[in-house]
């Protein structure tokens, strides 16, 4: 870079690194010159800071944004002051319910804040196992939606399309995979910085390991071991998870969801900035919008972030369930849904006139009808499944060697009611009727193998808590209870529901 480049590229950095700190507030500000010197301590010294690099996870959604700001920040405050800082890498992990939406988002923060020409920063994108440099535009990998696809089904098919088990806890596993692939990939980082509180942390640790211990993993060890142990831990988590859902023989199914865990090359220490920031988006809701060009999805924001456009089809799958199984209409199910989104909204202190901003998209029929059009269309266009598909899963028709299969028939497919039997035998594998498997595996999207494995399965009892399924729900705390009530009795039960 010649001298006068070399000029103009530090004249821009001050420019926006002063504009930055216009929207940060003293105690901001405060907390960046901190995290910075913790920074230098971490390094070693000024000397060894231009080879120390440090990686932020980025959801896309509006608190990993906050933190990417801030770490720039952080970034540009050390270069101004010492004439020297840190390498960056921003990791974002994306899967089948991200829609495009976000991925704007992202690029419009990276512009805003110049990382995309900035030699000190690496930008990737993690697709399960593929790493690329960020684009906004980014097709995702055919056989990532594929897993994605799989898995919303068999988790919901063992839950009865309840929210977080069929959606979060293959993501969160997947979650777990993405930071020992981005924290390792092409020679690691040295440190990880969290939004996460040391108690935050400490109490997550505490979870992942007595979940580890009650799957039989070796907990002692993963102990000595940190961050890498923990994704040990999370590992064996995942093995026994994935074999409850797909059974012990299930090879390839078990290998393509194994959680990386890094390599002995780096062992990345966590830097939390907790104790500097605030992450109640109004405190700091200009440099969201208005500087970092942050805008609040239709499909992407919901009831407790704004990164990812499945809770949609979680409110949309209790509507199903409440319409289908319990005989009831779409628009009580939503109205039950409804109630855990304002407790999750207020848990989350999210500024009143968002919260207001999710609730009024259903606060008609009309509404409700609109929205439920729009979950359709997501679920066809991110995971390619049909409503048939999805109230086939909230009907869990097929577990516990077809228990609920007759009422699932009679209820939604009266025509095949006579077909039950040669349904059943190619369930149990006593036949492989042509149109008996054509129909189930249309009417499910999933494969007979599949089929079968959930016919030697059952519907998941969370009050039990003897499987993998029910002991990551019962320590999981985005749920309440929705008191229901018979059509036919008037009897009233308390059901709960979990989501996002």
Known sequence: MSYEAGKATREHEKTLYSRLLGYLSEVEIAGVKATGEQIIDAAGGLDQLPQYKLMVAYGGGKDSTYVVAFVRAVQLYLQDSFDRTFVMRVA?????????SVMDNIDRVYRALGLLEDERVELITVDHTLIRPFQRVLPLPERMIAI???DVLMNGHR??????????NSCNLSVADFYGRAAWW???????VTGDSRREQLLYSAWILRLAKASGIDVEQCRKMGFQGLLIALRGIGDAYFRELFGDDAEAELSEREVSTGGRSVQPEFI?????????????WDLIVDFLGFQFDDLAFSFSESDCANPNLMAHLRGLRTQYVQNRTYEDGITEYLHLGKELMEKKEMPEHLAQLVLDRYDSPEKMGQRRRLSADFARDAFGLEEPALVAMVFSPFTDEGERLQTFIDRCHPDMSDQTAQLRAALSGESDDAQAVAWLESTSALSLGQLRTLYRSSLTDFEARDSVIARVRAGDPHKTAVETVDPRTGG????????R
Do not use: K, W
């Open 92 to 100: 974002n992990m994306r899967h089948a319910g991200v829609p495009q």
């Open 148 to 150: 994605n696809r799989v």
């Open 159 to 168: 839950s009865a399309g309840d929210g977080r088990p069929t959606f979060c």
């Open 186 to 192: 092409q020679g690691g980082v040295d440190a990880v």
């Open 272 to 284: 939390s900035i907790y104790d500097h920031v605030s992450y109640r988006v109004h405190d700091h």
């Open 492 to 499: 009233r039960t308390l059901e709960i529901i979990s989501g």
